[in-house]
T-cell receptor
Framework: GAVVSQHPSWVICKSGTSVKIECRSL??????MFWYRQFPKQSLMLMAT?????????EQGVEKDKFLINHASLTLSTLTVTSAHPEDSSFYIC??????????????FGEGSWLTVV | QKEVEQDPGPLSVPEGAIVSLNCTYS??????FMWYRQYSRKGPELLMY????GNKEDGRFTAQVDKSSKYISLFIRDSQPSDSATYLC????????????FGAGTRLFVKA
């Protein structure tokens, strides 16, 4: 089946630094990738939708300059948390829609990346 | 009032039971309705996606949307212990910017 890989699986960084999380579709091309955030025991929050070769579309209330998203190729999207603070500590998850699929059902999720800012 | 309300549970049922999971919402502009399954400390899995009122069936899962009542349901037939997970509803609207709201998730335990 289709696999979406996230790296790193977990990361600890110091407050004020930036951290990059990668999302790769391993055996398919993804024209659209989605980034979510989930706090412990809370629900998912969609942060942004990224389309290959164009700027990401952010959900209302998500800081574009804080969470930089790049979708440079059909198999890779990156989320950079800039000037991270402890309140940015969360579980970040990506998902990818295969090229050619328009229906919403065909979306594959990564395993998530745990970010802890100390 | 939250835009999407979902009972967090936990909901405990015996194996083989029919499970009913529900969400209500207040924004009549929501156009797309989704159900996700999430195992502990794992990324979620999209189970069902609908954009109209009525029923949609996929194997043991049936998604039901009632836009007039602003109510959606997910039914699981012949529940299995492997169905034990957190189920999240989500709703999306594409007017004036993208907006997707997730429910809090309902924890389901299916006992063997």
């Amino acid at each position: 089946g289709a696999v979406v890989s996230q790296h790193p699986s977990w990361v600890i960084c110091k407050s004020g630094t930036s951290v990059k999380i990668e999302c790769r579709s391993l055996d398919f091309q993804a024209t659209t990738m989605f980034w979510y955030r989930q706090f412990p025991k809370q629900s998912l929050m969609l942060m942004a939708t990224s389309n290959e070769g164009s700027k990401a579309t952010y959900e209302q209330g998500v800081e574009k300059d804080k969470f930089l998203i790049n979708h440079a190729s059909l198999t890779l999207s990156t989320l950079t948390v800039t000037s991270a603070h402890p309140e940015d500590s969360s579980f970040y998850i990506c998902s990818a829609r295969p090229r050619g699929m328009v229906a919403g059902n065909t979306i594959y999720f990564g395993e998530g990346s745990w970010l802890t800012v100390v | 009032q939250k835009e999407v309300e979902q009972d967090p549970g936990p909901l405990s049922v015996p194996e083989g039971a029919i499970v009913s999971l529900n969400c209500t919402y207040s924004n009549s502009a929501f156009q797309y309705f989704m159900w996700y399954r999430q195992y502990s400390r794992k990324g979620p899995e999209l189970l069902m996606y609908t954009y109209s009122s009525g029923n949609k069936e996929d194997g043991r899962f049936t998604a039901q949307v009632d836009k007039s009542s602003k109510y959606i349901s997910l039914f699981i037939r012949d529940s299995q212990p492997s169905d034990s997970a957190t189920y999240l509803c989500a709703m999306r609207v594409n007017t004036g910017g993208f907006k997707t709201i997730f429910g809090a998730g309902t924890r389901l335990f299916v006992k063997a």
